[in-house]
């Protein structure tokens, strides 16, 4: 029998067992609930936050895209976006069909995918986006548990395909994936909104907070809507009458760099692009590269008049017809003999470019080439333009150095083109290209300035060649692209297409460039028309060169541009004291006065333009060389320079318009001289 004091240290022992046991479950609580609490807290916050509540971004309107006038090319209109809180629907196939039975268009595997995206038991599920009013009427009148609607933008372009290639369009994310929509994507997004979907503990959903949305900027493009819509129709038309595969349009202001038109065929509709084919979707202007032929001599002139190698005048011997490298020929289509290099130009004599060429040499004619921006883009505004592919001058030997002369072996763009050429209209000033004119954020307008990147050319030299392209247009391979009362300068391009590796003697491209009225340039025009085969031929004078000239008379009437060749004289009238009074509408033509003294026949001065409307007033200025600015609206009530000053080369005039007619002594008419005017001042 053990001692009685035994069962003290049998229990002494048991509670330190014990005691032990739970100071280490103490411990190993405190250590998981260290763990839990502050090594893994953040993922653990973060999975209870995202099983108790989700944040779904709200898209922003976009900002609406404007034409030079104001008129509306996109904009976004509110789609109702179906939704889903899976946790909150019983049955997910029953749910879907009877979802799919709404929208009406759903097909049997999107039925399956809702389905689907409601059985992972998740927050929040999309079951349609953008969905059109009767598909969220009809979805809505189902009253299904779970089924949500949420406000989305969906973009909207009014007039279908018109300018389709500059605008781009918009992904159902509300992100823009071609054209002007993407390369401005930033501006015209705006700020997104969020919506917050919180769930309790059994993962039904309790609440939903929205913050809203902010609109995007406003962008208001340098494209005039009514000049788009007629180069697209004309190309349109010119691709069909010609047989073609494709073409491209390109209209600009070669002074400012605004870009007009631009316009391919084929074309699609934004508003539906998924059902498009994807070469529809290319912008041909920017992105498809063309060797330019003969168009592409303006820039070996060019090259040669700067570098004073070869004048207008001078006699370049083309007798024979062609001109050999090694194997290869290259022939005129004519014999012409001795012409002066005005009439190589004229005529488009490949021979005689050639020469020139020759003379000119790699490094000089390569030095123009970079010079009129070929080889590197020409827009920010288009972030798929090609830049184009031109020849190292350490690797041009003669043949090559030969076919660039020509415009071959030598790869560019329409817009490259159009860019080069507005540099010779514009007096030699190589300017950037755009299609955005201002940004409108805010209800501030910040215009975009005309950038100029480079002199490209002297004016003298950029006056010669003007003169050898009227001589074009005149008399030579442009003759198609004649406007009666407007001098146009131009020059025609035909090259054979590169077909698998080689020169194809049936597809060439044909294109046409050349600005109009050539003295005091308006428009820049180019023309490239793929592959034709109908009953013009392939030729860039019958085949673009009559797209051309209805471009450029449309533009001519619709901008107001007076006729400068054979134009109808002002009418001369003597003006006497009148009333104030509110102007009418018949309002006689100004008189074109002349220093007392002076011979008839001697430089005019700035008539008296007070009392015309503005149409007539320009059009009476632009007859005399002089531009003009307006300020107002209504009639001519004040002038600068005052009238019977001397009209100076490169004159700008300055027209107050009003609503009254100007209270004014007229100078005295006499009759069989000129006007004598006491007082020059008004």
């Not at 100071?23 to 999975?47: F, K, N």
């Not at 370049?316 to 005005?342: A, M």
């Not at 391979?477 to 698998?500: L, M, S």
């Not at 003597?574 to 001697?602: F, K």
């Amino acid at each position: 029998m053990p001692p009685p004091a035994a069962w003290r240290t049998t229990l002494k022992r048991r509670l330190v067992v014990v005691a032990a046991a739970l100071l280490a479950w103490s411990v190993a609580i405190e250590a998981r609930l260290v763990y839990l609490q502050v090594i893994r807290h953040d993922d653990l916050s973060g999975r209870a936050e995202r099983q108790q509540s989700r944040t779904i971004e709200a898209p922003a309107k976009r900002g609406e895209i404007l034409d030079r006038g104001g008129r509306v090319l996109a904009y976004s209109v509110d789609a109702e976006s179906i939704y889903a809180v899976p946790t909150e629907i019983d049955n997910p196939d029953t749910a879907a069909a009877a979802l799919c039975g709404a929208l009406e268009d759903c097909t049997g595997r999107e039925r399956q995918a809702i389905a689907d995206r409601i059985r992972r038991g998740r927050a929040f599920a999309y079951v349609r986006r953008q969905a059109s009013p009767d598909q969220a009427r009809r979805v809505a009148a189902l009253q299904l548990a779970g089924i949500g609607f949420m406000k989305e933008n969906r973009r909207f372009y009014p007039n279908k395909d018109l300018a389709a290639h500059v605008l781009g369009y918009v992904g159902v994310d509300n992100t823009g994936l071609n054209g002007i929509e993407a390369a401005y994507d930033s501006l015209i997004k705006g700020q997104p909104g969020t919506v917050l979907i919180q769930t309790d503990a059994r993962r039904q959903a309790f609440s939903r907070v929205e913050r809203p949305p902010t609109t995007g900027a406003t962008l208001e493009l340098t494209i005039d809507q009514y000049l788009q819509h007629v180069a697209e129709r004309e190309l349109r038309l010119g691709v069909e009458e010609n047989r073609a595969a494709a073409g491209s349009i390109v209209v600009m202001d070669p002074k400012t760099g605004e870009i007009l038109a631009l316009a391919n065929w084929p074309t699609f509709n934004p508003n539906a692009y998924r059902d498009s084919r994807p070469e529809s979707q290319r912008n041909r202007a920017v992105q498809d590269l063309y060797e330019p032929g003969s168009t592409f001599k303006i820039v070996t002139a060019s090259a040669a008049f700067e570098e004073k190698v070869v004048g207008p005048s001078d006699a370049i011997d083309v007798s024979e017809g062609q001109i050999r490298f090694g194997s290869r020929q290259i022939d005129d289509d004519h014999r012409y003999g001795v012409l002066s290099f005005t009439d190589v130009i004229v005529k488009s004599s490949n021979v005689g470019a050639i020469t020139v060429g020759l003379r000119l040499g790699p490094e000089r004619l390569s030095a123009y080439v970079g010079r009129f921006g070929f080889g590197r883009r020409a827009s920010p505004d288009f972030p798929a333009e090609s830049p184009g592919i031109v020849w190292n001058p350490a690797k041009l030997n003669d043949s090559a150095l030969a076919s660039v002369s020509m415009g071959y072996q030598i790869a560019v763009t329409p817009l490259q083109m159009a860019t080069a050429v507005s540099a010779i209209a514009n007096g030699g000033e190589l300017v950037e290209p755009r299609v955005v004119r201002a940004v409108i954020d805010d209800g501030a307008r910040v215009p975009v300035p005309r950038k100029v990147v480079r002199r490209a050319i002297s004016e003298g030299t950029a006056a010669l060649l003007t003169d050898i392209m009227e001589q074009v247009v005149d008399h030579g391979t442009g003759t198609r692209a004649r406007i009666p009362g407007y001098p146009v300068a131009g020059k025609t391009g035909t090259a054979q297409k590169i077909v698998d590796g080689r020169y194809s003697r049936s597809d060439y491209n044909a294109s046409f460039v050349g600005f109009v009225p050539s003295r005091a340039p308006v428009f820049t025009i180019v023309v490239v028309i793929d592959s034709p085969h109908g009953g013009n031929l392939y030729y860039g004078g019958s085949v673009a060169a009559p797209i051309v000239r209805r471009i450029a008379e449309a533009a001519l009437r619709h901008y107001g541009v007076p006729p400068a060749l054979n134009a109808d004289p002002p009418l001369l009238v003597a003006r006497h004291d009148e009333p104030r009074e509110r102007a009418t509408s018949a309002v006689a033509m100004p008189a074109i006065v002349t220093l007392a003294g002076a011979s008839p026949g001697s430089a005019s001065l700035v008539p008296d333009l007070r009392g015309l409307g503005a149409r007539d007033a320009l059009r009476t200025l632009a007859g005399l060389g002089i531009d003009a600015q307006l300020y107002g609206t209504g009639i001519v009530t004040g002038q600068e320079p005052a009238p019977g000053s001397p009209i100076e080369r490169g004159a700008r005039a300055v027209l107050r318009l009003g609503r009254e007619a100007p209270r004014r002594q007229p100078p005295p008419l006499r009759v069989g001289g000129p006007v004598e005017l006491p007082d020059a001042r008004p």
